[in-house]
């Protein structure tokens, strides 16, 4: 069974420009999640979406940050403008469904450098 | 506040030896716990999840749930330098659907 795919694995962007992670959920995965990871910190929530519906958004910047997932499969994470504290590392994950005992996995993730 | 406590770390135990990771967590209403291993510059890998009070068994791991005490706790047996990373704790928070709130994290290293 094929993992969570991400890509890019790797982006570096000057401060106030925009930036796109694109994320591929388990098959079969309804729910997916995008975290911020900030070295040397645990993940932090960022966005869930049930299908294509957004569960829980409330740690997300809206006013830099927007997540779509259209189909109710891929799943996209847009920055813009980016600024120097969002340097981090972004990464998706996917359970099976909504619910406290459903197991979450992650993809690679995306290491994100502002500068 | 909704928090999920670590000691940082780092853990140092000889090859061999029993690692012991330990978790708190201020939810009282918490009802499902995961560990999550991270090697640096990889991304967390699911390696325990306990429901209820109690042991739970995997391998070399054990995870212990003591939600009177709001206490997580994971215990590696003859732990091998490849058991070296960090141990990511973490709570699904009731009231949430599902959303994790992790720890910062232990780094544990085994020395041969």
């Known amino acids: 069974e094929a993992g969570v795919a991400q890509s890019p694995r790797y982006k570096i962007i000057e401060k106030r420009q925009s930036v796109a992670f694109w994320c591929n959920p388990i098959?079969?995965?309804?729910?997916l999640y995008w975290y911020q990871q900030i070295l040397g910190q645990g993940p932090k929530l960022l966005i869930q979406f049930q299908n294509n519906g957004v569960v829980d958004d409330s740690q997300l910047p809206k006013d830099r940050f927007s997540a779509e997932r259209l189909k109710g499969v891929d799943s996209t994470l847009k920055i813009q403008p980016a600024k120097l504290e969002d340097s981090a590392v972004y990464l998706c994950?996917?359970?099976?469904?909504?619910?406290?005992?459903?197991?979450?996995?992650f993809g690679p993730g995306t290491r994100l450098t502002v500068t | 506040q909704k928090e999920v406590e670590q000691n940082s770390g780092p853990l140092s135990v000889p090859e061999g030896a029993i690692a012991s990771l330990n978790c708190t967590y201020s939810d009282r209403v918490s009802q499902s716990f995961f560990w999550y291993r991270q090697y640096s510059g990889k991304s967390p890998e699911l390696i325990m999840s306990i429901y209820s009070n109690g042991d739970k068994e995997d391998g070399r791991f054990t995870a212990q749930l003591n939600k009177a005490s709001q206490y997580v706790s994971l215990l590696i047996r003859d732990s091998q330098p490849s058991d070296s990373a960090t141990y990511l704790c973490a709570a699904v928070y009731g009231g949430s659907q599902g959303n994790l709130i992790f720890g910062k994290g232990t780094k544990l290293s085994v020395k041969p």
């Open positions: 994950a996917s359970s099976l469904a909504v619910g406290s005992s459903y197991e979450q996995y």
């Open positions: 098959s079969g995965h309804a729910t």
